[in-house]
């Protein structure tokens, strides 16, 4: 029974995401190579880019880097000279980038200009032209978001707290009071980050998703149902036939970020064919990206950004 329910679980999922690597374009400017999501093509007024890890200014356990975060390891003139290195393959070398201080949370800010200080939250939108805004991952889901009748746009960095908390659906929130925005006018483009083969999360993740999403259990493989209700996995320890003084690892499930975020834009209105999610898992992958969960404190840091073009007619 268990097994039948984790395969259509896993069916909904494949449902959900239709997309394909046909969705995605990388394209190599200066050495590096910059991801794109076709389905903002037909926006002529767009500028945006995925960044991965090769072609940088940074050096990392010998290895030559784009980190574009400003890390422990790294010096801030490295990430500075790879922010506009990244900036100017992206299309967008005369717009300024307005970047968070990140904190997991489900604040977002709204910009016309370009500041000192980056504001702190884990969102970010404007409809000014000129301004070029960015979001920095290590395995959470970068976001963008594009209002094709209002040209507005917004970058979203979702960690597990950030989607718990429903940033994907406040975003659009936001964008509506803002700008007017519709759903049924937004395109969205969900980047590469940690994938469902790689994250692992404990009973209590589990539990606050249940709490918050009536459908959660669409988006875990593994125990759900019993870690979500808190039930010991081996309420007898003879059971589990171990040594005296040892004890079996706690048990997991795995979590997919996107398609719990994809699931709260279409739950908003945005219609599905209007979603492109990358498949790129950055645990998987770090032979292009940079993953948190595998690699450690000493990694780097991706960007995700997206500006109006000025000039743009």
């Known amino acids: ?29 200066s050495g590096m190579d910059i991801i794109t999501a076709q389905i903002f093509n037909s926006v002529p007024w767009l500028v945006h880019g995925f960044s ?14 784009l980190n574009l975060g400003f890390t422990e390891w790294d010096s801030r003139q ?23 201080r990140q904190i997991h949370s489900d604040a977002m800010h709204v910009v ?9 939250g884990d969102a970010i939108a404007t409809r000014e032209p000129g301004l070029l805004l ?9 976001i963008l978001l594009v209002d094709v009748r209002n040209r507005a746009v917004a970058a979203v960095h979702a960690g597990w707290r950030g989607t718990l908390n429903r940033i994907a659906a406040k975003a659009l929130g936001r964008m509506r009071a803002e700008f007017g925005t519709r759903p049924a006018d937004v395109l969205a483009a969900l980047g590469p980050g ?16 249940l709490g918050q999403f009536p459908n959660a259990a669409d988006w875990f493989d593994g125990p759900f149902d019993r ?19 040892k ?34 898992c950055t645990a998987c992958r770090t032979d292009m990206l940079f993953s948190y969960r595998r690699e450690g404190p000493r990694t780097g840091r991706l960007m995700a950004a997206i500006g109006i073009k000025e000039h743009s007619s």
């Open 227 to 245: 870690l979500s209700a808190g039930e010991e996995p081996n309420p007898l320890p003879w059971l589990t036939m171990m040594p005296p003084g």
């Open 112 to 120: 016309s200009a370009a500041r000192p200080d980056p504001p702190q």
């Open 134 to 142: 960015g979001i920095q991952t290590a395995d959470c889901v970068p």
């Open 247 to 280: 004890e079996p690892p706690p048990e997991r499930v795995q979590l997919d970020l996107h398609q719990a975020n994809r699931w709260q834009l279409t739950d908003a209105g945005v219609p599905a064919h209007n979603i492109a999610t990358s498949e790129l």
């Open 52 to 65: 991965t890890r090769k072609g940088g200014e940074s050096q990392l356990d010998g290895e030559r880097v």
């Open 1 to 29: 029974m268990a097994q039948a329910k984790t395969q259509t679980r896993r069916e909904r999922s494949r449902e959900l995401a239709s997309d394909d690597t046909r969705a995605w374009t990388t394209k190599r400017v």
């Open 194 to 209: 940690i994938r469902r083969c790689c994250y692992e999360v404990g009973p209590e993740v589990a539990q606050a998703y």
């Open 78 to 100: 490295a990430v500075i000279r790879n922010r506009a290195k990244f900036v100017q393959s992206a299309g967008a070398a005369k717009m300024p980038l307005i970047a968070l």
